[in-house]
């Protein structure tokens, strides 16, 4: 078989995916372009063309500034924490123990739990009136009073960072602990008997072989920390006094709630350029890293 | 090996059972209150474990007597069903020619790349023109409407796997039985999905976890009974003036459970899935 055949083959067999991706994805990103020029509105008017008055609008508004370092603040903290975390059970998941095998399996539980549901569990955990958070630190003597850990700009961002570490650390865990059973045996032997004590058998030993898979996960869980809605949505909406809102909630209230098509499409466009550059300055990293570690 | 010293292997079994104890005391929780009488939920100091345990909101949320509380989870529990169903059947059945493709002709793999790259797209960024397109089509609130959706975010995932699938699947086999006369379509009916089967169950049971836990399009795209998924109904009844908190917990532990058995059963497979990119690349 000629080998334009078989491109030409391939293409077709891609056909049906591609079009889909065009038609789904492809055309809806080109309309957004179009609409954050436009002072469209969600429903009735078509909208004028505006020139770039959404992007100044948006760029040089507080909420947009604002929005954007409680996203980052986010995204860094949950992630970083999911990574420290994700190692050391990882470590711990390494060594030889009766039940280990059990609790590898329990580290699926929150990974499985969906997302919507992780959000609801934790608002019940840190219901003001009854939830569990309340009455154990209560009972522990921790707290006097019951407190509204969601109602209070103070902790609220905390605790949803604490709801959405512990649905996402398992999973880097079980990326790391597949790269950590790569590592030959004798390495690690061998570091031993030259005397690496355990900080510098991690750090020359172990962490060259998690470092690739770990950049993996790194960059994925980043790109989703930034892109967060759901977990926020159901646990706070944003609140309390929009200490908890996302980047993707405001563009959702403002195209959704506020019905700005034209503004909201100009704001998404900002965020998806944010991903993008996050993305590509990663994807770099991970290039840097895989080769260097080869 | 390392001789372990006592005080070490203290250690590691501390540390392994306070791990256990963060991993499954909240998800302990939510099966407690869904079981626990209300007045044991509201009681203070709470009450940890009920006196009486009480499974009647499970058959209250699964009834289906008009206007209950019954009635609106069903109807989600159906469509959720229907929309993880449809998109992951579309999405496996444009997975395979696709997956092959660019497994036996990697020149076209560019393609696939592209498709991938859209996974950093936040939905956000699609969610006007995708809406003023399906309300042009009339498939707003409709579970059909809400499936093609979904198929754009499992399709890139499953024609991944697929890809790993076939890659693994040697050309020689397939050669084997196009000389001795099999079409492409044949070849692939007897040689190639018996063998990829295994890939094809997993990508599959992949695609349904990430279509039962989608909540954004839902949310944006649903409206009443018709076509709201049950992510929507929980974050209605959570964000909702439900005063029976057990009420919300029993709704998560139903959605739950699925994707939680898929998991266990799952777990070697989709641990592999999940880290093949990672440990390779």
């Known amino acids: ?40 509105q969600l429903v009735g008017t078509a909208g004028n063309y505006v020139g770039f008055d959404n992007y100044t609008k948006m760029l040089t508004s507080s909420n947009f500034t604002r929005t954007l370092s409680t996203t980052t603040w986010f995204a860094v903290v949950s992630v970083a924490a999911e990574m420290v ?208 570690a080869a | 090996m390392e001789r372990k010293s006592p005080v070490f292997t203290a250690f590691v079994y501390v540390c392994a059972i306070l791990l256990a104890v963060v991993i499954l005391a909240p998800l302990a929780w939510l099966f407690v209150m869904s079981i626990s009488p209300a007045a044991d939920l509201a009681a203070k100091p709470l009450r940890w474990w009920p006196q009486a345990a009480d499974f009647s909101r499970y058959e209250q949320l699964l009834s289906r007597a008009e206007n209950s509380a019954g009635a609106a989870f069903t109807s989600s529990l159906r469509n959720s069903l229907e929309v993880a169903g ?47 397109g399906l309300s042009w089509l009339g498939l707003l609130n409709n579970v059909l409407g809400l499936a093609l959706i979904y198929l754009t975010i499992l399709a890139p995932f499953t024609t991944w796997l697929m890809k790993s699938g076939f890659d693994s699947i040697p050309r020689e086999i397939e050669a084997a039985a196009m000389i001795d006369g099999a079409g492409l379509f044949q070849t692939w009916r007897i040689i190639t999905l018996p063998l990829a089967a295994p890939v094809v169950a997993t990508s599959a049971l992949f695609a349904v976890l990430l279509a039962w836990d989608e909540f954004f399009y839902a949310l944006l795209f649903t409206s009443d009974q018709r076509a709201k998924t049950l992510t929507v109904a929980i974050a209605d009844l959570a964000g909702g003036r439900v005063s029976d908190y057990g009420l919300i917990a029993t709704a998560g532990v139903l959605a739950a459970l699925p994707p939680v058995l898929i998991g266990l059963v799952m777990q070697r497979a989709l641990i592999s899935g999940l880290t093949s990119g990672g440990v390779k690349g």
């Open chain 1, 1 to 40: 078989m000629s080998g334009t055949w078989m491109t030409t083959r391939a293409w077709l067999l891609m056909l049906p995916l591609l079009v889909i991706m065009v038609a789904v994805i492809g055309w809806p990103l080109v309309d957004t372009v179009r609409l954050s020029f436009t002072d469209a």
């Open chain 1, 85 to 292: 975390l994700g190692v050391l059970a990882a470590l711990l998941l390494n060594q030889e123990f009766r039940g280990r095998a059990i609790l590898r399996g329990l580290m699926i539980l929150p990974w499985a739990l969906p997302t919507v549901v992780n959000a609801t569990l934790w608002r019940l955990i840190y219901n003001p009136e009854y939830g569990a958070l309340n009455a154990a630190l209560t009972q522990l003597h921790l707290i006097d009073d019951y407190r509204s850990w969601l109602g209070e700009p103070g902790t609220a961002l905390a605790a949803l960072i604490v709801a959405d570490c512990w649905k996402n650390f398992p999973l880097v865990a079980l990326i790391a602990l597949a790269a950590l059973q790569a590592v030959p045996r004798d390495i690690t032997a061998a570091a031993l008997v030259d005397g690496a004590g355990p900080f510098n058998r991690f750090r020359f030993v172990i962490l060259p072989y998690l470092a690739g898979p770990l950049m993996v996960a790194l960059v994925l869980r980043t790109i989703e920390a930034f892109k967060v809605f759901d977990i926020i949505w159901v646990m706070t909406r944003g609140g309390p006094a929009n200490s908890t809102r996302s980047l993707s909630i405001l563009v959702y209230q403002e195209a959704f709630s506020f019905q700005r098509a034209g503004s909201g499409a100009s704001l998404a466009l900002i965020v998806t350029l944010l991903v993008t550059v996050l993305a590509v300055a990663y994807a770099t990293m991970v290039r840097k890293t895989a080769g260097s």
């Open chain 2, 86 to 132: 449809m998109a992951t059947l579309a999405a496996v059945v444009l997975a395979v020619p696709a997956g092959w493709a660019v497994s036996r002709t990697p020149s076209v793999g560019w393609s696939l790349s592209m498709v991938i790259a859209t996974y950093m797209l936040p939905p956000v960024a699609l969610s006007v023109p995708l809406y003023m």
